[in-house]
Structures are given as structure tokens and as C-alpha cells.
């Protein structure tokens, strides 16, 4: 199809990298099992290193664009990709007391890998096409983590749990060498130079010179603490209505099968439409698909908010992905991208506290506030959006002008 001619070949040797990647790293699944099993911590002491672990990952996707700024985004993705590896490798090595600093490091340097390969992305991609680009990239995370659980299990009961960590250790650094090796430093543009980057103004600056996208990234925080309810209260409400593991199990399939099938082909045949439309959009599909329990617990309820909650990550994710990217001036890139991943997994901490703390004092109340709430941040992103939104634009504010500067420097 034309719109996947317009991804760069270098993105496409990336998603293949990220998809192998994305196979072997699935210990996160598993670290709870494996704290309170062969490291024989309490679930409290395992609940506790888990959360700190998450606080971790979400401080490094907001932290990891800014470093890429500074330093460039290929060498930091590549530096932050082997630091990972290295940890995760080392932990079957290490004592159980010496897991409370290492993993909460694992998580944060994963955490700046990710944002720092979005804005890689972003920077190889010519604005216009990186929807698609993006697209691709999420269709091999999505791939590879549809095989990754399955393959972990196999693994962790009929070996040990300790393979796990070595195999996700060993393919982050077998990413960093496959990126060296498919993005070289020439395929990077170069950036502007620190001073002329302080003349255009910091990151707040650019910011405030947007303001939908200060509208859109609360939004995304409020969806994605409603989205990962899936993860947490959603699998309990289940429970307490008859419905075992295997349903909750099958009701993921759908959600992973649907984003293989529908992502990319979405995000190629509304690639000419207002973005923020279309993330609106989503954000309303995901609050319909809680809204659709109140009509009661049951295996058919549970499927059509399984597939309301898909159909509105396939609108929102990619889009919003790339509309923050095309929003960015060149000499923030790496921090818009940062401030959007941050923002899209913040849910990782807020989702199951919170969420479980209304479950439990008010069951009844938490799928109509979770709809609520998307309804609102849906509203919210299209009011952004405007009456003029363009249908043919990829960005609703046009790019800055580029002007004559200081000679570009190398972001690899």
C-alpha cells in the first residue's frame, strides 16, 4: 500500500529488531510469581518492589526524550538498551536485597529505551508519514508480546524463572546491536545547536505555544489510568461474577488478536484525517467500553467491552503518538515524545490503586466513573480539535518556519 511505501526502510528493520525484542521480554509478567516464589518474599515486600519498579519505568519514559535532546536520541536508545540488558542478565546472579535497586534500574533505563526509541522514530520519519510509521512499530511490539507470554510460561515451568530475566537481558542487547547496525548515524537529521535551541526557547515555551497538545496529555493520563482497569479491577470484577481465569484470559486474546488485525490498516486508511479527531474518537470508545458493564456481568457484556476498549486503542494511540511528534520543534523533539510516553503509561502506577481502592469501598461506582471520566477526556481532546480542524492535515498548527542557523550537529 502507498501510505506503508512512505515508512523508511530503516523503521521497518527496527520493528523487526523490536518484535524479536518484544518476544523474550516478558518478565514483568512474571515478577510477582517470581519474588514470592523462588525469591520467597512476602506479597507485600513483593508488592511494594513491583510498585517501585513501575514508579521507575514511568520516571524513565518521561525522562528519556530529554536525555536523546541532549545527547541524541540513537546513542541514547543504543547506551540505555545495553544498560538494561546488562541488569536484567544480572539478576538471577544477584542477592534477593540487592533486587530492590536493581529492578526499579532495569525499569527506569527500559523506561528511557522506550521514549527514546519513539523519538527515534519521530526524527527518521519525515512528518506526514509517521502514523504509519508508528503504526508499524506498535503492529511488532503488539506481535511479539502476543507470543512472548505464552513462550514465558513454557519457560518459567519447565526451567526456571532466572531464564526469563537472562533471555529478556540478552535481547535488549541484541537490540542495541541490531540498531547500530540498521539506523546509522547518517540516517538521524542532525539537530540545531544547544545555543540556537535556547534562543528558540525551552520545552514550556513550545508547549504553551500548543495548547491542544497541554489538552491532549492530561487526557491521555485520565484514559490510560481507565484503560489499564483491564489489568486490574476488570480480571477481579470477573471473578466475583462467576467468571474464571480462562474467561479474563480469552477476553485479552480478542484484545491483542483485534490490535494486530485493525492497527495498522486503521492508521493507513485515516492517515489524511484530523488527528485529534480521531484520538477523541478513542478515548470515547474506551469510556463506551466500560459504560457497556452497566448493562450487566456476563461472557457478552465482557466481549463488547473488550472490543470497544480495542477499537478505541487502535483510534488513539498511533494518532496521538504522531500528532505529539508533528506538534514538536525540532530542538524538543525527544522531550514532547518523552512528556507523551510518560503520560500514555502513567497508568502503570495510578491505575490498580486507585481503581482498586473505589472497588472496594464502592463497587458499584467504578465502571460509571471510568466511563465518566473517558467521556470527559474524549470531550475534551475534540473540543481541542476545533471546528477548523483540517481533514488533509497531519498536524492542526503549522510547523515552524525554518530558519537559517548554526550548522546541524549529529543526534546519533
Known sequence: ?????????????????????????????????????????????????????????????????????RFGHRRVLLAAAAASGLLLAAVPLLPTAALFAALPTAQYVSGVQRAAASALVAAVVPEGARRQAFAVMRAASNGGFTLGPLLGALVATRF???????????????LALWTARVVPPAA?????????????????AALRARPAVLVLLPAIVVIDVVYRQQYSTFPVFLADHGMDARVYGALLAVNGGLLLCLELPVA????????LRIV???????????????????????????AALTLGEALYKTTATAYV??????????????????????GV????????????????????????????????VLLAAGPRAARTSPTDTPPEPRTAGPARVSTS
Open 1 to 69: 500500500m502507498r501510505g506503508l511505501r512512505e515508512v523508511p526502510r530503516p523503521v521497518w528493520l527496527l520493528a523487526c529488531g523490536t518484535f524479536v525484542n518484544m518476544v523474550v521480554s516478558v518478565s514483568f509478567a512474571f515478577t510477582f510469581l517470581y519474588l514470592t516464589g523462588p525469591r520467597g518474599l512476602d506479597a507485600g515486600a513483593a508488592g511494594a518492589l513491583s510498585g517501585i519498579a513501575g514508579t521507575g519505568l514511568v520516571a524513565g519514559n518521561f525522562t528519556g526524550g530529554w536525555y536523546g535532546d
Open 280 to 306: 477523541g474518537t478513542g478515548l470515547l470508545l474506551v469510556a463506551a467500553g466500560y459504560a457497556v458493564l452497566l448493562l450487566g456481568a456476563g461472557v457478552g457484556t465482557a466481549v463488547v467491552m473488550m
Open 188 to 204: 538521524v537529521p542532525g539537530g540545531r545547536t544547544r545555543a540556537h535551541a535556547e534562543r528558540r526557547g525551552g520545552v514550556w
Open 325 to 346: 511528534a508533528d506538534q514538536a520543534p525540532e530542538h524538543v523533539l525527544g522531550r514532547f515524545q518523552s512528556l507523551y510516553a510518560g503520560a500514555s503509561i502513567s
Open 268 to 275: 493507513l486508511t485515516l492517515r489524511r484525517r484530523s488527528p
Open 349 to 380: 502506577v495510578l491505575a490498580a490503586p486507585l481503581g482498586g481502592a473505589v472497588y472496594e469501598a464502592a463497587p458499584g461506582v467504578l465502571w460509571p466513573l471510568c466511563a465518566g471520566l473517558g467521556a470527559l477526556a474524549g470531550c475534551a
Open 160 to 174: 526456571s524463572y532466572d531464564w526469563l530475566y537472562l533471555a529478556e537481558g540478552l535481547g535488549s542487547l541484541a
